[in-house]
Nanobody
Framework: QVQVEESGGGLVQAGDSLRLSCAAS????????MGWFRQAPGKEREFVAA????????EYADYVKFRFTISRDTARNAVYLRMNSLKPEDTAVYYC????????????????WGQGTQVTVSS
């Protein structure tokens, strides 16, 4: 069994910053890619960012590029999302996802998911 847990969400004002954290634990495994997705009320879950096993390759959705930064601590099976210049449209539940294989932008690429952490950005 693998547990994935996010933290760091909260209520902020437009223009502020937040840092989300995610840690994967449980049965012994070496996570592959790790990623972040988000889901706003009434919308489908969408890709935000992903990082490869080594951390050497990253991908971002266009709507967060140059504002968000994904990083990871491979030894701790942890991934982080630094979010700068937050906008009201960034309001969503943010989910951490873990893949034991390769990285991707599709939800189907990830086997394990956290419960999500709420990020609310007020205008």
């Amino acid at each position: 069994q693998v547990q994935v847990e996010e933290s760091g969400g909260g209520l902020v004002q437009a223009g502020d910053s937040l840092r989300l954290s995610c840690a994967a634990s449980g049965r012994t495994f070496s996570s592959g890619a790790m990623g972040w997705f988000r889901q706003a009320p009434g919308k489908e879950r969408e890709f935000v960012a992903a990082i490869s096993r080594s951390g050497g390759v990253v991908e971002y959705a266009d709507y967060v590029k140059f504002r968000f930064t994904i990083s990871r601590d491979t030894a701790r099976n942890a991934v982080y999302l630094r979010m700068n210049s937050l906008k009201p449209e960034d309001t969503a539940v943010y989910y951490c996802a873990v893949s034991t294989t390769s990285m991707g932008r599709r939800r189907e690429s990830y086997e394990y998911w956290g419960q999500g952490t709420q990020v609310t950005v007020s205008s």
